[in-house]
């Protein structure tokens, strides 16, 4: 079964507003970490945000904040004022533990593209 | 620190040649991973390894085996690789602390003819 699900494969945001990406994730395990990575085309991956099961406030770094409902098991990216060099893949992940430890298991990735 | 490396960073092989991806990292970190990552989808867990002589399966782990050669060095190795093999893989390793944020190497793109 899907454990993170990334339902829009392309999204296009004009320079300077913001946009969300979207994640839902499935897992029984009352602690989990959810986490955002950013892939541009360089190839390399980049951690952005984190948001523990446990947080009582949304995680905000800087431009990027987590929009996190965990009622509905959801844990959207929002980027504010977005700018071209935010183009890239962004995957949502999360940690749950399996059989040897701590494992993280990432969605399919929503391709981001910023218009001039 | 250099983080996570990784060699080689290119491969071709043919069908049936084995070869070992070599991964290494200098923050001390306790656990460490392997993903392939196929064109348009996202990373999928191949091997892991939480502590120093442990490793465990991911989602992923037909046609690999892996070493947790000490606590710096986790390597992949492809016995008899196939062309459904063919990908970039990616080495992380992790803290063992509340986040266990990930730290990636720059990857190793394999292709297999």
């Known amino acids: 079964a899907q454990k993170i699900t990334q339902t829009q494969p392309g999204m296009f945001v004009q320079e300077k507003e913001a946009v969300t990406l979207d994640c839902t994730y499935d897992?029984?395990?009352?602690?989990?970490?959810l986490f955002w990575y950013k892939q541009p085309s360089s190839g390399e991956m980049i951690f952005l945000i984190y948001?523990?099961?446990?947080?009582?406030q949304n995680a905000t770094e800087g431009r990027y904040s987590l929009n996190f409902q965990k009622a509905r098991k959801s844990a959207n990216l929002v980027i504010s004022a977005s700018q071209l060099g935010d183009s890239a893949m962004y995957f949502c992940?999360?940690?749950?533990?399996?059989?040897?430890?701590?494992?993280?298991?990432f969605g399919a990735g929503t391709r981001l593209f910023v218009k001039a | 620190n250099a983080g996570v490396t990784q060699t080689p960073k290119f491969q071709v092989l043919k069908t049936g040649q084995s070869m070992t991806l070599q991964c290494a990292q200098d923050?001390?970190?306790?656990?460490m991973y392997w993903y392939r990552q196929d064109p348009g989808m996202g990373l999928r867990l191949i091997y892991y390894?939480?502590?120093?002589?442990?490793?465990d399966k991911g989602e992923v782990p037909n046609g690999y085996n892996v070493s947790r050669l000490n606590k710096r060095e986790f390597s992949l190795r492809l016995e008899s690789a196939a062309p459904s093999q063919t990908s970039v893989y990616f080495c992380a390793s992790s803290e063992k602390e509340s986040r266990e944020t990930q730290y990636f190497g720059p990857g190793t793109r394999l292709l297999v003819l």
């Open positions: 390894s939480a502590s120093e002589g442990t490793t």
């Open positions: 897992t029984s395990d009352p602690s989990y970490g």
């Open positions: 992940a999360m940690r749950e533990e399996g059989t040897g430890g701590f494992k993280t298991i």
């Open positions: 948001q523990g099961s446990y947080d009582q």
């Open positions: 923050m001390n970190h306790n656990s």
